[in-house]
């Protein structure tokens, strides 16, 4: 566990250090800002209502789960993998008393930290926003299903960043899996349209199923059989990048 | 004595036909071993494997007792290595590269990186990024990270690349005061033969990804005036005996 342990802080310190995770938590600010003025806009230009206090940070929600979110998690993955294959960097660590299964778990945590700590700072600046420029619509209900729809947001979040770091450990240059990765995502989010009925297999549907928890009838059969669809990838994603990771040659 | 790094039967070819075939070696504690060949002879294609970098088709290499394929862990607990050329992160400082890997080790604090930097030559670039550092500077951080844990057993592949005389003869010395003081054992693979023979007290050669012959340097220059000339004889010999068997 202490070996492991390392190798988590040195991947958190390594993302941390590069600083480009820094920049993809402010781009991501930004988002904020940005809602903000449009919202402002909207209001003062049309005399609309545009957003409540709480209705702003679900707002937001639902614009970067499926735009800079992935983005960042897909440049961060990338960056975690590919970037250490090319610069032949991931033999530092590999030469080290420290299995291939532990240092690829490490990475993956790291990752999943940055989307945590993304999607909580984003709640955060969301709702301050929220509560300073719009009217209040806050009750103990909605910001416990606010909170929640962030939280449960990471999942699929996860799902997607193990597809993009399988496709780093398949490709050799982090150009090819950043395009191949977008190419995916577009065609996922096209097929999830064209076949609604099948919609909710597609790990691009599954980013918005946060809106599961804000019906008032609570779908649990749907909640439950969602998670496990995201589950059963994950772990079929997480187990092949693994394989392939464990038998690369450097 | 029981060997401190045993390889059996090590095999791993490659398309090209390169690679190594059925390489067995034993290295005693003490050992400064010289791993001698031409250019594409399997030097680091067995020093990758004994580091864990690539698996072998066939064989193993225990270091330690413990299996490198099997318990890598265990096997690469008392081992520093030094594979091509020293990577490092750019993006980090001297030092904070050195702590990310002290971080593998409870006993390695930050006075040993403090220490290390000092041994080879890099106190003063110790908050500098590596970056802008030169190919013999970033050697000597490689080489400080390769020593950082005080291993048991220090694998070099090309350590002396890109230094200056006076880096050569400064790591030349640290090798052998780790070896005097700290018993650790060395494992060298070097085109600069007349710095392996400076430097190593035992010398294998490989060629054409086999072994040809494992000598003290001691012996060896005893039955010839230079290392140079035992190599080019034992590489003529080989050569000759692939050229009948055509």
Known sequence: ??????????????????????????????????GQLVIVGVRSGFGLRGAGSLEFPM??????????LPLFTALVAIDSFSGEFSHNSMRITLTRPVSRFKIYTAKITAIVIFILATLLLLLVFSMLVGFIFNTNSATLDSIVRTLFSYIVSLFPMIVLALGIVLLANLFKSGISVFFVSILIFIVLKVL????????????????????????????????????LIMLGSGIMLFTAGLYLFDKKEF | MEPIIEIKNLTKLYGNGRGIEDINLDIFPGDIFGFLGPNGAGKTTAMKIMTGLIRPERGDVKILGYSVTEDYEKA??????????????????????????????????????????ELTGMSKYKNEKPKKFSLGMKQRLGLAAAILSRPKVVILDEPLNGLDVEGMIDIRKMIHRLAEKEQTTFFISSHLIHDVELTCN?????????????????????????????????????????????
């Not at chain 1, 958190?12 to 480009?20: A, F, G, R």
């Not at chain 1, 707002?59 to 735009?67: A, H, P, R």
Request: net charge positive.
């Open chain 1, 192 to 227: 999830g349209v064209v076949f609604s009925q099948y919609s909710s297999l597609f790990m691009t549907t599954q980013l918005d199923w946060y809106n599961l928890f804000l019906v008032n009838s609570f779908p649990l059969g749907k909640i439950v059989r969602q998670f």
């Open chain 1, 59 to 68: 707002l937001v929600l639902s614009v970067v789960v499926n735009t800079v």
């Open chain 2, 76 to 117: 690469m607990e008392k081992v520093g290595c030094l594979i091509e050329i020293a990577e490092s992160y750019t993006y980090l400082t001297a030092f904070d590269n050195l702590k990310q890997l002290a971080r593998y080790y409870p006993d390695v604090d930050h006075k040993r990186i403090d220490e290390v930097l």
């Open chain 1, 1 to 34: 566990m202490a070996v492991f342990q390392a190798a988590l802080v040195n991947e958190i310190e390594k993302l941390y250090k590069k600083k480009k995770a820094l920049v993809a938590v402010l781009l991501s600010l930004a988002v904020i800002v940005l």
């Open chain 2, 202 to 246: 035992r010398i294998g050669v490989i060629y054409n990804g086999k072994i040809l012959n494992v000598d003290s340097t001691q012996t060896i220059l005893n039955n010839y005036a230079t290392l140079e000339n035992y190599f080019v004889s034992e590489v003529e010999r080989n050569g000759r005996v692939s050229s009948c068997a055509r």
